[in-house]
């Protein structure tokens, strides 16, 4: 099976853009969770999606958004882009939502001038 | 607010020898527990995960330890090599009625094995 894909890998914008990652779960799966990891606040959940459903949110402001296809395909979008969202944003996708381990693509690296 | 943090930021061990990696949790509702390797330019791997109604669990060279008494989770490698060279994760998967299921990550401890 194949794993996990996020595109792009890497991302270079300016503040105030917008931009939209996208994420490939593994054929089958239909939970896909997002993630941010910066060195300084480690891994923060973002959210998840099944089913096209977000199912549950983080503490992240109205700029993160997200949603899913019903190929259960994902894109996260952040808009007003800030310099502190410079990070590294992992999807992870998982069989079913809850008691499941959840397999992580590659991550995109976006970074904010 | 109820956090997992881990108690060692980096752990220096050599080839061969055992390393342990420490953990601690305290949201009492946690009932599944997993470890991530993360190595550079990666993301997280899955290593072993445990559920709440067990104290041990063992795979390949690894075992999760679970102590709910004292909130406390650890990942023991055995006879670590090299390629363990990575940074290790501990997450709680903590399930709110109204949301659902997400995923606590701790810091990240740095296991740097040397020859």
């Known amino acids: 099976k194949a794993g996990v894909t996020q595109t792009p890998r890497y991302l270079i914008k300016t503040r105030g853009q917008q931009v939209t990652l996208s994420c490939s779960p593994i054929?089958?799966?239909?939970?896909v969770s997002w993630y941010q990891q910066t060195p300084g606040q480690g891994l923060q959940f973002l959210f998840e999606?099944?089913?096209?459903?977000?199912?549950n949110k983080g503490n992240f402001p109205g700029r993160f958004s997200g949603r899913q296809f019903s190929n259960s395909r994902s894109e996260m979008n952040v808009s007003t882009l800030e310099l502190g969202d410079s990070a590294l944003y992992l999807c992870?996708?998982?069989?079913?939502?809850?008691?499941?381990?959840?397999?992580f693509g590659p991550g995109t690296r976006l970074t904010v001038l | 607010g109820e956090s997992v943090g881990l108690h060692l930021p980096t752990l220096s061990v050599q080839e061969g020898d055992n390393s342990i990696i420490n953990c601690a949790y305290s949201?009492?509702?946690?009932?599944?527990f997993i470890w991530y390797k993360q190595e550079s330019g990666k993301g997280p791997q899955f290593i072993i995960d445990?559920?709440?109604?067990?104290d041990k669990r063992q795979g390949q060279r690894v075992t999760v330890l679970l102590n709910k008494t004292v909130k406390h989770l650890s990942l023991q490698i055995a006879a670590t090599q090299p390629g363990d060279s990575a940074v290790y994760f501990c997450?709680?998967?903590?399930?709110?009625?109204?949301?659902?299921?997400?995923?606590?990550f701790g810091k990240g401890t740095s296991l740097l094995v040397t020859p």
């Open positions: 992870a996708s998982s069989g079913t939502s809850g008691y499941n381990e959840q397999f």
């Open positions: 949201n009492s509702a946690s009932d599944y």
């Open positions: 997450a709680e998967n903590i399930f709110n009625s109204n949301s659902g299921y997400a995923l606590n």
């Open positions: 999606y099944f089913s096209e459903t977000q199912r």
């Open positions: 445990i559920r709440s109604n067990m």
């Open positions: 054929s089958g799966h239909r939970s």
